[in-house]
Structures are given as C-alpha cells and as structure tokens.
Antibody
Framework: QVQLVESGGGLVKPGGSLRLSCAAS????????MTWIRQAPGKGLEWVSY???????YYADSVKGRFTISRDNAKNSLYLQMNSLRAEDTAVYYC????????????WGQGTLVTVSS | SYALSQPLSLSVALGQTASITCGGN??????VHWYQQKPGQAPVLVIH???NRPSGIPERFSGSNSGNTATLTISRAQAGDEADYYC?????????FGGGTKLTVL
C-alpha cells in the first residue's frame, strides 16, 4: 500500500536550518509529482513547494530563496532543505503525491513538526 | 495570485445535508479537489476533479463546480463527518488552498 513517512522535524533557532525527508513506498515514486504542504498551529493548509517528475521545482513566495526541494528516485525519497528559518515557518510539514499538474493530492504522510523558536 | 474563499464554519443537524462552498474567479474552468481533515490527522482526499469520489469515500460525499463557485455536499451528515474541509486548485504552476471550513454536526 502507498506510504509516505516524513522525518527530520524538530526545534531550531531562528536563522537556523533543517532538512526534512519523506520516504515513499508502495508506488512508482518517479512517476509522481511530489509536494510539501505545511500547517501552522491552528491554521489552514499552505502549499510550500512541489517537484515534477522531471525535477522542475516550484515554490511559494513565502519560502522562495530559503527552501530547496529535491528528490532521489533511486531512494524513493523527497527532501526539503530549509534555511534561514523564521518563527512563521513553525508548522507541521506534510509530503503528498500528485499524478501530475492539476491532479489531486491523493496520498499524504502523517507530517513532521518544525518549531522555530529561540 | 489566485485566491479561494470558504466560509469559516458551518453547522448541520445530524442526518441533514451540508453544502460547503469554495469561491474563486472562474473556478468552474479549473479542477477542484476537496480534503477532509480531522483533529491531529493528515488531510484525506474526499473529492477529486470536481465530482469524483476516491475509493472508500461514501456516496454521501459529492461535488459540483460551475462559474465562480465549487461546492462539496455531504448528505445524511454523520457525527464522523465533523472535520475541517479544504478546497484546492492548481493555478499558474502553484497549488492553492482555500482557508478551510470547520463543519460541526449537531
């Protein structure tokens, strides 16, 4: 069955860095767009970034220039390198898959919590 | 940038029908997806491409999309339907979510 498992979250100081990972199984990872969505405490869902099957990368304006998405198809893994972290980046970060542009996010991981605080 | 608007909250009596709207400029020309999120859990897809239910989603869940409004309809509401619901579209190479609607089943 399809599984997405995030890891790498934790407590980091403002200005610090963190790398999130998402391990995928149960499907042909290289066939799917992969995306990161975040949810600040008590708030709604916010798209962060996605990467296409051809490794083209797209970012929300709020993270552009600070976050980098990448994928390793050989390891069935998705990554999010987060630099220059701010308090407003505090959120649960979910990875999810999509068949392609305009497709739904049909499977989501359980999320990993990132807390940016001094 | 493209924006989606949803009511913050909606209440429905047990067994009645709830309609959650998602407004956006010419949203009828886009594919709209709907997600259900219960407290402490990851979102779950309940409707994709306006009207389609994934396997395992009850027939009580349906969707429509026309003009400037997409709608998620939950018939015969149950206590277990109490959750936050989000609409989502793709626009200009970005993913856009509505602000979410908290559904309360009375």
């Amino acid at each position: 069955q399809v599984q997405l498992v995030e890891s790498g979250g934790g407590l980091v100081k403002p200005g610090g860095s963190l790398r999130l990972s998402c391990a995928a199984s149960g499907f042909t990872f290289s066939d799917y767009y992969m995306t990161w969505i975040r949810q600040a405490p008590g708030k709604g869902l916010e798209w962060v970034s996605y990467i296409t099957t051809g490794s083209a990368m797209y970012y929300a304006d709020s993270v552009k220039g600070r976050f980098t998405i990448s994928r390793d198809n050989a390891k069935n893994s998705l990554y999010l390198q987060m630099n220059s972290l701010r308090a407003e980046d505090t959120a649960v970060y979910y990875c999810a898959r999509a068949w392609g542009y305009t497709s739904s996010l049909d499977y989501w991981g359980q999320g990993t919590l990132v807390t940016v605080s001094s | 940038s493209y924006a989606l608007s949803q009511p913050l909250s909606l209440s429905v009596a047990l067994g009645q029908t709830a309609s959650i709207t998602c407004g956006g400029n010419d949203i009828g020309s886009k594919n709209v997806h709907w997600y259900q999120q219960k407290p402490g859990q990851a979102p779950v897809l309940v409707i994709h491409r306006d009207t389609n239910r994934p396997s395992g989603i009850p027939e009580r869940f349906s969707g429509s999309n026309s003009g400037n409004t997409a709608t998620l309809t939950i018939s015969r509401a149950q206590a277990g339907d109490e959750a936050d619901y989000y609409c989502q579209v793709w626009d200009s190479s970005t993913e856009v979510f509505g602000g979410g609607t908290k559904l309360t089943v009375l």
